[in-house]
């Protein structure tokens, strides 16, 4: 069974930095893709930085060069665990959305090919 949780969202300030942070559970490198979606009211879901099953890093044009998206692996049990974090630095109020972890049994996550989902976690930018 597949589990997202993210956590750190907050308010900040223009400027500011921010780490998110994504635990997960049943998510297998090489087997599943998975990344950092976010969602502005109203609008649907997009890809922010993503990971291909083979490990490739993708960035929306919007974040690149400002967002960095990382993943550790704790391959001690059983069952690996992943714990995926988005870097968000020099943050604008454009970036104020909800913040999902996503993930699927696919190579390549785009919003549309996501099938599992965190909750989200807001992040807020305003002076």
């Known amino acids: 069974q597949v589990r997202l949780m993210e956590s750190g969202g907050a308010p900040v300030k223009p400027g500011g930095s921010l780490r998110l942070s994504c635990a997960t559970h049943g998510l297998v490198d090489n087997r599943h893709c998975m990344g950092w979606f976010r969602q502005y009211p109203g609008q649907e879901r997009e890809a922010v930085a993503t990971f291909d099953s083979d490990g490739r890093r993708r960035y929306s044009e919007s974040v690149k060069g400002r967002f960095i998206a990382s993943k550790e692996t704790d391959g001690t049990g059983e069952t690996p665990k992943i714990t995926l974090y988005l870097d968000l630095n020099s943050l604008t109020p454009d970036d104020t959305a909800m913040y999902y972890c996503?993930?699927?049994?696919?190579?390549?996550?785009?919003?549309?090919?996501?099938?599992?989902w965190g909750q989200g976690t807001q992040v807020t930018v305003s002076s």
């Open positions: 996503g993930a699927a049994r696919a190579r390549t996550c785009s919003a549309t090919a996501v099938t599992y």
